[in-house]
């Protein structure tokens, strides 16, 4: 129901360890993260580690390759969700 409000974004913090059961690569968590991408697209998320609340469950590099290697994203939705989304959001420039 929250999709249909277009200046909605979710920031996605500490995903491993509030939608994973398993270890990395948390296979359960990517069709969970699927789901929210083609419900909300990629331009509205937000990747962010919170790693100084997540590193008992997971690394920082986990946090992040576990997107990285996920064969169920494209390469531009990575790169919404690992930048591109918080910067058009904030309205960031570019880094040159």
Known sequence: DLARFANLSIKLSRAPDRLSLQPYPFADALPRLRRMIDTFGAQRLMWASDHTQSHVHHTWGESLYY??????????????????????????PVPT
Do not use: A, P, Q, Y
């Open 67 to 92: 997107l990285l290697e996920s064969d169920l994203m494209s390469r531009d939705e990575k790169e919404w969700l690992l930048g591109r989304s918080v910067r058009t959001t904030l309205n960031w």
